[in-house]
Nanobody, 115 residues
Framework: QVQLVESGGGLVQAGGSLRLSCAAS????????MGWYRQAPGKQREWVAR???????NYADSVKGRFTISRDNAKNTVSLQMSSLKPEDTAVYYC?????????WGQGTQVTVSS
């Protein structure tokens, strides 16, 4: 069973920055496509960003130009650098890992952006 552990959430003012990290307990981490999702209160979980095993990245339109996803295969980590944060970015952020039919989720980390 792969474990994903997020860290780095917290409270920040609008316009500020936060960096989320996700550590994976998986020796084959470099083969996984990794992503970040978020779920705001009363809303469905939504996709935020994705990075493939080859390093290609994709972003939701709502975060494009403000968020950057990256990975460090030597440390088995994936990060999400969030800048120019808005109150509507407030949500629980989840790390996701996919390899073939296998999919794993972290427990989530709260990000709160105050106006």
């Amino acid at each position: 069973q792969v474990q994903l552990v997020e860290s780095g959430g917290g409270l920040v003012q609008a316009g500020g920055s936060l960096r989320l990290s996700c550590a994976a307990s998986e020796s084959r981490f470099s083969l996984y496509a990794m992503g970040w999702y978020r779920q705001a209160p009363g809303k469905q979980r939504e996709w935020v960003a994705r990075i493939t095993s080859g390093g290609s990245t994709n972003y939701a339109d709502s975060v494009k130009g403000r968020f950057t996803i990256s990975r460090d295969n030597a440390k088995n980590t994936v990060s999400l650098q969030m800048s120019s944060l808005k109150p509507e970015d407030t949500a629980v952020y989840y790390c996701n890992g996919q390899l073939g039919f296998r999919e794993y989720w972290g427990q989530g980390t709260q990000v709160t952006v105050s106006s």
